[in-house]
């Protein structure tokens, strides 16, 4: 190997030290993240399990002040995040593939990229402010279905946008050979693009759901919450959210323990989902 | 020419195929212009391409052959701002007739890309896709038959016959380009459109394709853009010249490439430009 000049092997140095400093750096930022969501698990977990019985499943919330389960907020987060996710996902869906596919770079596509940014940057409260207005005020009761339909509004904008930026990754070649094979618009969209994608898509759609079925503000002003236990979308149903909300401020202790283990369910709920989801995707790609 | 050619093992003698006499006229341009928006891109092509043979387009960069092939199967209405104008006729037919579907004429033009562009299924799939769409198999037994001699035809069966539920991207660059060949003969078009088909692959996989183009030629108008004079010598029966969005000259590839009429055809192929 030939020697370098000196002022060369100063640069040399100098550079070598930046680039070590600057990898510091960001391996630091990683761990203080890493660190801080350990700290958090460690702690969810520590606190939340010590409160895991059979009663938290098969028993609904008390209106005594103690003792009691969350079975009845369980089955309302399932059911409100359900159907959000149900109505939300697939509208998303629609507009991520208009604004990549259809709209691209019309006047109108802007339009709508530009609201959908805005309501995915609104605060959640908003959303429940929005819902409360049109489909609980009128109707003159809180209910599940108004939860559902402020969690779907939530749901809508990351669905949206997720999609949208996952499908501009598709290779336009994929779009080529489809239209030069005989296909229509929508089947170039529907047989190839959506399979190409899909992947990225679930996670899109993986993203919403666990965002939604953490949401405490929308349904306040939505769904309210319920200490009995009541399946009816029309009257006002309970969540684990607002469980968590209402009980973590108690002054009883048997409640604020309900609280620390409705997180740890919420947590674990949303991880099992990603998990059962990766998988059965690994299976299908494998065939 | 570039090394990779005299690599290449021989091809069959031009000579014995060009004189093949050119049947009749499958595509006819007349006066053919292409605009990308105020720009134009290709001026007043008139040109008739037999059935049945092999048709290369060559010349420089930027010359407009791509947006020529590309005005054949209408792929250039995808593109916005894009127009043409002047008349094509497959059959005698204007294509860009009001009444002509360009989904339908897509089906009867097929195209192979420069970059193999294989959709991210399994090899079944991928030549399975066109006939599924346009309903052209009665049963499942008759997809299988379809994609069986659509990969034979295509030179590619006995290397995925074994595996034909492995995703097509799994195969090599020069497999892909087959497999998409087998994908658009799948749905028995009478035109089929390359656009420098080999320019991604060794000279091995080149040397393949052009044997499956010369077999292909049997049943199918082939029309092929090349940046190879060696290639285009050796797999096509008329060459079309073209520079600067005009076409220069066309005619037997023989005479073309051994007795061009214009000086701007000979500087080309002999190197001196392009
Ligand atoms: N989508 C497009 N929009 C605008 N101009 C284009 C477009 N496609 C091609 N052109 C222009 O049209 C002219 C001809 O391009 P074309 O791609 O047909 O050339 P080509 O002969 O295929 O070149 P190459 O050998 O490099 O592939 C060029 O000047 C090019 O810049
Ligand atoms: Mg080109």
Redesign the pocket.
């Known amino acids: 190997m030939k020697t370098l000049a000196p002022h060369t092997k100063a640069r040399h140095f100098r550079r070598q030290a930046i680039d070590m400093f600057m990898s510091g750096l960001c391996i630091a930022a990683a761990g203080i993240g890493l660190i801080m969501l350990a700290l958090i698990l460690w702690m969810l977990f520590s606190k939340g399990a010590a409160g895991l019985s059979l009663d938290v499943f098969t028993k609904p919330m008390s209106s005594t002040g103690t003792g009691g389960g969350l079975a009845n907020a369980i089955v309302g987060s399932l059911i409100q995040v359900g159907i959000g996710s149900m109505i939300g996902a697939p509208l998303g869906m629609m507009v991520g593939v208009y604004l990549s596919e259809v709209g691209k770079n019309s006047r109108f596509a802007s339009i709508v990229r530009f609201v959908n940014d805005i309501l995915l940057s609104a605060p959640s409260v908003l959303i429940g402010l929005f819902v409360y207005q049109v489909a609980v005020a009128p109707f003159g009761s809180f209910s599940g279905i108004a939860g559902a339909l402020a969690l779907a509004l939530l749901a809508m904008p990351v669905v949206a946008r997720t999609t949208e930026d996952i499908l501009r990754l598709v290779p336009q070649a994929y779009r080529d050979g489809a239209i030069a094979l005989g296909s229509r618009e929508n089947e170039v969209v529907r047989k190839v693009i959506l399979p190409a994608a899909f992947g990225g898509i679930l996670t899109g759609i993986l993203l919403a759901v666990a965002r939604i079925a953490g949401e405490t503000a929308p349904l306040i002003f939505t769904s309210l919450g319920n200490t009995n236990w009541s399946t009816d979308l029309t009257k006002p149903m309970a969540s684990l959210p607002i469980a968590i909300y209402r009980y973590a401020g108690s002054p009883s202790a048997d409640l604020i323990q309900l609280a620390w283990t409705g997180a740890l369910l919420i947590t674990v709920g949303v991880l099992m989902l990603n998990v059962v989801s990766r998988i059965s995707l690994a299976a299908m790609r494998r065939g | 020419m570039s090394r990779m050619e005299t690599i290449a093992p021989p091809r069959p003698q031009v000579s014995a195929s060009a004189r093949v006499e050119s049947g009749s006229v499958k595509v006819r341009a007349r006066a053919v212009s292409?605009f990308?928006?105020e720009?134009q891109?290709?001026f007043d092509v008139s040109l008739d391409m037999p059935e049945k043979s092999v048709s290369a387009?060559i010349?420089?960069?930027?010359?407009?052959?791509?947006?020529?092939?590309?005005s054949i199967n209408r792929m250039n209405d995808t593109?916005p701002?894009?127009r043409v104008t002047g008349e094509i006729a497959i059959d005698g037919d204007n294509i860009n007739d009001k009444s002509v579907d360009p989904v339908l004429l897509r089906a009867q033009v097929g195209m192979v890309f420069?970059k193999p562009n294989p959709f991210p299924k399994s090899i079944f799939d991928n030549v399975a896709y066109g006939v599924r769409l346009h309903g052209l198999a009665e049963s499942k037994r008759d997809l299988d038959q379809i994609v069986e001699t659509s990969l034979i035809k295509a030179g590619l069966w006995d290397e995925v016959k074994d595996r034909l539920s492995a995703s097509g991207m799994s195969l090599s660059g020069g497999q892909q380009q087959r497999l998409v060949i087998a994908r658009a003969i799948a749905i028995n078009p009478e035109i089929i459109l390359m656009?420098?088909p080999c320019s991604a692959l060794d000279p091995i996989a080149t040397a393949k394709i052009e044997e499956l183009i010369d077999e292909l030629k049997t049943n199918f108008c082939i029309i092929i853009?090349t940046?190879s004079m060696a290639q285009a010598a050796r797999v096509s029966q008329q060459t079309a010249f073209?520079h600067l969005?005009k076409l220069i000259e066309f005619g037997p590839t023989e005479q073309v490439f051994t007795n061009p009429r214009d000086t701007r055809t000979q500087d080309y192929i002999t190197g001196r430009f392009g």
């Open positions: 292409v990308y928006g720009k891109a290709l387009l010349g420089p960069s930027g010359c407009g052959k791509s947006t020529f092939l590309r593109i701002g894009c420069q656009d420098e853009v940046h073209f969005g």
